[in-house]
């Protein structure tokens, strides 16, 4: 049942994204180009939604699915982590043209060359793994 629940969540993150034009390479191009505040928006509206969210999940103790507590640990700052992590999804976001939360909504609605876009993610994914213990946390 609670796999039905990610499913079915996925799925509205799609219809969501899709209809947003979130997932268009020319709202992506208009952002960067600074000429469009449509894709600010989103990420305006997503980033006041998490901090919502945050807060709600300290003030009311909230538990995840299987009943554990969240834990929230804030990890110290550090400038390194954010130039070389920032850049490395800048220039993948740059390259692809898109955002990673929408590459299966791009495959979904046919542009198939997304997935290479995929497995250089999943191979990113694993070379993170790879390397994690000698990267700056």
């Not at 969540?9 to 209809?19: N, T, Y």
């Not at 505040?37 to 003030?59: D, N, P, R, T, W």
């Not at 976001?93 to 999943?122: E, K, N």
């Amino acid at each position: 049942m609670r796999k039905l629940i990610y499913i079915l969540l996925g799925i509205f993150f799609g219809i969501v994204m899709s209809k947003s034009e979130a997932i268009s390479w020319y709202r992506i191009q208009e952002m960067f180009r600074f000429q469009s505040f449509h894709m600010y928006g989103i990420i305006g509206s997503a980033l006041v939604l998490g901090i919502v969210l945050i807060q709600a999940i300290k003030y009311f103790n909230l538990k995840s699915f299987q009943g554990s507590d969240i834990q929230l640990n804030p990890k110290s700052p550090s400038i390194a982590r954010y130039l070389i992590g920032g850049t490395c999804f800048g220039l993948g976001w740059a390259l692809t043209g898109a955002c990673p939360g929408p590459i299966f909504v791009l495959i979904g609605q046919g542009y198939l060359a997304f997935i290479v876009v995929l497995l250089s993610a999943v191979l990113g994914t694993f070379t993170y793994g790879l390397l994690r213990d000698k990267l700056p946390h």
